[in-house]
């Protein structure tokens, strides 16, 4: 519940705001809890899982996209006009769930990955000219438990 409330506020969720969930399992469903609190409007999670899709929409998903890589940006795009969402959570950890992260993240936007990286390179020019925030770690989860206690 931590991790995927760390992935939300890294990832500046605001009121109103569109997010995309990159994962659907345990931390990325708690993403998309976090998220609902937070007060975003529209919840994209990435799933192919018909089991989590169900908990995502229950918890407060708004959209589900089963692609990946390139086609699951490009609906993303096409869900947000073409602009991409104001805040993506990468709970996942792969190089291929960190650029469908970033490359879903509209300029401007925020991308935290909160899934431990296994193999995932950068491109530092792409990155960089992308203009997203990019943040991520290991989640201080103690720094949260006394609001995160409250709202349970």
Same mark, same amino acid.
């Given at each position: =519940? @931590?991790?995927?409330?760390?992935?939300? !506020?890294?990832?500046?969720?605001?009121?109103?705001?569109?997010?995309?969930?990159?994962? !659907? @399992?345990?931390?990325?469903?708690?993403?998309?809890?976090?998220?609902?609190?937070?007060?975003?409007?529209?919840?994209?999670? =990435?799933?192919?899982?018909?089991?989590?899709?169900?908990?995502?929409?229950?918890?407060?998903?708004? !959209?589900?996209?089963?692609?990946?890589? !390139?086609?699951?940006?490009?609906?993303?795009?096409?869900?947000?006009?073409?602009?991409?969402?104001?805040?993506?959570?990468?709970?996942? @950890?792969?190089?291929?769930? =960190? =650029?469908?992260?970033?490359?879903?993240?509209?300029?401007? @936007?925020?991308?935290? +990955?909160?899934?431990?990286?296994?193999?995932?390179?950068?491109?530092?020019?792409?990155? +960089?000219?992308?203009?997203?925030?990019?943040?991520?770690?290991?989640?201080?989860?103690?720094?949260?438990?006394?609001?995160?206690?409250?709202?349970?």
């Amino acid at each position: =519940m @931590g991790t995927g409330w760390v992935a939300a !506020d890294t990832a500046s969720v605001k009121p109103g705001s569109t997010v995309v969930v990159v994962g !659907d @399992g345990a931390v990325g469903l708690c993403g998309v809890i976090a998220a609902k609190e937070m007060g975003a409007e529209r919840i994209i999670v =990435m799933s192919r899982n018909p089991v989590r899709q169900n908990l995502a929409r229950e918890f407060g998903a708004t !959209d589900i996209i089963p692609e990946r890589g !390139d086609e699951g940006v490009a609906r993303v795009k096409e869900l947000t006009h073409g602009v991409g969402a104001d805040s993506v959570l990468e709970c996942v @950890g792969t190089q291929e769930s =960190m =650029m469908q992260a970033v490359h879903s993240t509209r300029s401007g @936007g925020y991308t935290s +990955f909160v899934g431990v990286p296994h193999g995932v390179e950068l491109n530092g020019q792409e990155v +960089f000219f992308s203009q997203v925030h990019l943040h991520g770690g290991p989640a201080p989860v103690r720094r949260y438990l006394p609001d995160l206690i409250d709202l349970v």
